[in-house]
């Protein structure tokens, strides 16, 4: 496992993902050296959304019987300072659906997911 997972939407046209990275590994003079178990690197953030995208991809494409490119090459990270700001990360990523107007309270919204344990 790459990572835990705290938090997840997904919305009609984009996914928001809220992880906790595991171990990084940072190339330091053309070695590998591993730096520890929990990190915030969006180094190792970028692999981690590279790998889960091509693995979605392939298989959303096979749902939906297609081929191509499926999703868009942008993303956008951030280092998690505290627990306040998971918190409001958290909220904001759940409440996502309900600003859209696609439900009135979020725990209606199917395709949302946040981890207890993290809040």
């Known amino acids: ?3 835990n ?3 997840y939407t997904i919305m ?5 993902l809220v992880i906790e990275p595991l171990d990084k590994k ?3 003079d053309n070695k ?3 730096v520890g178990r929990r990190v915030s690197s969006p180094y190792v953030v970028t692999g981690i959304l590279e790998n889960l995208k091509w693995y979605t991809a392939i298989n959303c494409n ?3 019987k297609r081929k191509g490119q499926f999703w868009q090459h942008e993303s956008y990270d951030h280092v998690v300072r505290n627990s306040e700001e998971l918190r409001k990360i958290v909220r904001y990523v ?3 659906p309900v600003k859209a107007g696609l439900v009135e309270n979020f725990e209606k919204w199917k395709w949302n997911y946040y ?3 993290y809040l």
């Open 12 to 16: 009609p046209n984009h996914v928001h």
């Open 1 to 3: 496992m790459d990572y």
């Open 32 to 34: 590998v050296k591993v």
């Open 115 to 117: 981890n207890p344990q």
């Open 26 to 28: 940072i190339v330091l």
């Open 5 to 7: 997972l705290i938090a």
């Open 94 to 96: 759940l409440l996502n």
């Open 62 to 64: 096979k749902v939906l």
